[in-house]
């Protein structure tokens, strides 16, 4: 296959990967400082905010390396290989990871909601939980297909 091919997909990855990289540089730590104001009694709060979020931010990034390197193998003509597989196991833990990690700070999260009356919080939150759990449930899927393929050619291939 040609690059321009999965052009309009590698500008698509680099577009996304823009706006979170843009929330962990400006939006994070204010978000750090705001919990700080929030409950000074308890200031050690923005440090485990600035964590979760921050670590939710490297598998994201993780997952997105591993779009990239499917480009590839989608460009190089490997897109039925065990490389793509693993790719796509890759993206499957990495949507795990981050809906874990945004599942464990949601008490954090609800106590900024609860104390600055801001419910929609809560809801992002719940909202990137579930999006993560899709992109699992959908890479599982893709995987277990890509499995099949290639069991089904590899079968082909020895029916000569």
Known sequence: MRFGSTLFL????????LPVLALCVFVVPEIGKFTAKLYPDMAF??????????????????????????????DRNDAFSE???????SIKYCAVIISG??????????????KDNAPGIILIGLIIIFASIVIAVFAAVLQRLLLDAITIKSENDLTV
Do not use: T, W
């Open 10 to 17: 590698r500008i698509a990855v680099v577009i996304i990967g």
């Open 45 to 74: 709060l923005k440090y485990f905010i600035l964590a979760d979020l921050y670590a939710a931010a490297i598998p994201f990034y993780s997952a997105l390396f591993q779009a990239f390197k499917l480009l590839r193998f989608i």
């Open 83 to 89: 490389l793509s597989v693993k790719a796509l196991r």
């Open 101 to 114: 990690l945004m599942a464990a700070g949601m008490p954090m999260f609800y106590l900024i909601a609860e």
